[in-house]
């Protein structure tokens, strides 16, 4: 059977002309979908708001002042920690260079170039080596991968900033 | 600049008491969207209770220019359906003693029409458990708080021809479901009249 236009006419709540509403009067006796739609449609309309109990707000106050005295609790102890591991990580470097204060000024330099110049060479080899890589694997690797590996990231990307930019919104209403 | 305004630029400022008359003024709003997603009194109190603890931590990001009722609402809608979608299901209490205060109309006319009224809010009630809780929100919110269709949309996140397209399913769900209880119901009243009858002419003896 086919319930247009009854359908939009019982829930748009719109006055109907004489002709309509005999058209509406003769369809529903025959329909037992529409009449339910115009029932249901009728007891939505009538709905009430509930109310909750009483002492809604005072239970409210209470729950408000229990988060702001667990949030100021653990921004305390969150504080704390991180004092505590800044101190902890500046003691155990200090203790490490403790020693090299005790040296005078010739001594402490002729310690560190040894130490640094391994540090350079060691930068500079792993840099070459990783050009030597890139050469040889750029020239086994097509240019259509290369692209297809550029697209793909840039997917990957795009997909992570729109479902971060998803998840942070928060609903703003009209 | 209205006095919700000032309560809200107040409640920003750190004033709890501003807040406070914000919660007294919304709370049978939110408490009647989350009882109407959630259907039981207790998580309803619970959820309206979170919900504006929610927008107490995000009130600095709420648009002066915008409806704080709808934003408000939209942040409860959002956390119901959250909640639901988690709860997988939804038992609605049978018994009326969980269901939430409610003061009888003292001006209903007829008494009679007041009973009918509550038993067909009592169906829909039910009947609205059975809905997806997207669908269920936008029938929330366009019968209990008289929301546009782009009010809806917005409070939601969805576009309105979205909206248009739940309200249309979720009432079609609602009638269906509506008419399949009346056709039980008269079912159950054929039957029950038929046993009595039967029950009835087992009691006459045939010697009477």
């Known amino acids: 059977m086919n319930h247009r236009p009854f359908e939009d006419w019982l829930l748009s709540g719109d006055p109907l002309s004489a002709a309509q509403m005999h058209d509406l009067h003769e369809h529903l006796n025959a329909c037992d979908y529409c009449t339910a739609l115009g029932e249901v449609n009728t007891a939505l309309r009538a709905s009430r708001p509930a109310s909750p109990a009483g002492g809604f707000v005072p239970r409210f106050e209470a729950r408000l002042q229990l988060q702001q005295a667990r949030q100021r609790k653990r921004t305390f102890w969150g504080v704390f920690f991180l004092v505590l591991a800044s101190a902890g990580l500046i003691i155990a470097l200090a203790l490490r260079f403790i020693p090299y204060f005790r040296q005078d000024l010739l001594g402490l330099v002729v310690a560190w170039v040894p130490y640094l110049v391994s540090l350079f060479t060691s930068a500079d080899v792993i840099g070459k080596i990783g050009a030597v890589l890139i050469g040889i694997v750029a020239g086994f690797i097509p240019a259509y991968a290369w692209v297809l590996a550029a697209f793909l990231s840039a997917l990957f990307g795009w997909l992570w900033v729109v479902s971060i930019s998803r998840f942070a919104k928060l609903p703003q209403g009209a | ?208």
């Open chain 2, 1 to 208: 600049m209205s006095e919700e305004t000032a309560w809200i630029i107040q409640a920003r400022g750190g004033s709890d008491e501003a807040f406070t008359r914000l919660v007294e003024q919304y709370q049978t709003p939110v408490y009647n969207l989350c009882y109407r997603m959630l259907g039981e009194p207790e998580s309803a109190e619970d959820a309206a209770q979170e919900s504006f603890l929610r927008a107490y931590q995000y009130l600095d990001r709420y648009d002066l220019e915008r409806s704080f009722v709808t934003w408000l609402l939209s942040i409860a809608a959002h956390y119901c359906i959250d909640r639901l979608r988690r709860r997988h299901f939804i038992s609605v209490p049978m018994d009326d003693d969980e269901a939430p205060f409610e003061l009888p109309d003292l001006a209903a006319p007829n008494p009679e029409a007041e009973t009918v009224r509550r038993e067909a809010q009592e169906r829909i009630h039910l009947l609205l458990a059975g809905l997806d809780p997207t669908d269920r929100a936008a029938v929330v919110l366009r019968y209990w708080h008289d929301f546009s269709e782009a009010e809806i949309a917005a409070s939601l996140s969805l576009t309105i021809s979205a909206v248009k397209s739940r309200l249309f399913r979720a009432r079609r769900a609602l009638a269906g479901a509506w008419q399949e209880e009346d056709a039980s119901l008269t079912t159950q009243q054929a039957q029950r009249s038929g046993s009595a009858r039967l029950e009835r002419r087992s009691h006459e003896s045939p010697a009477f």
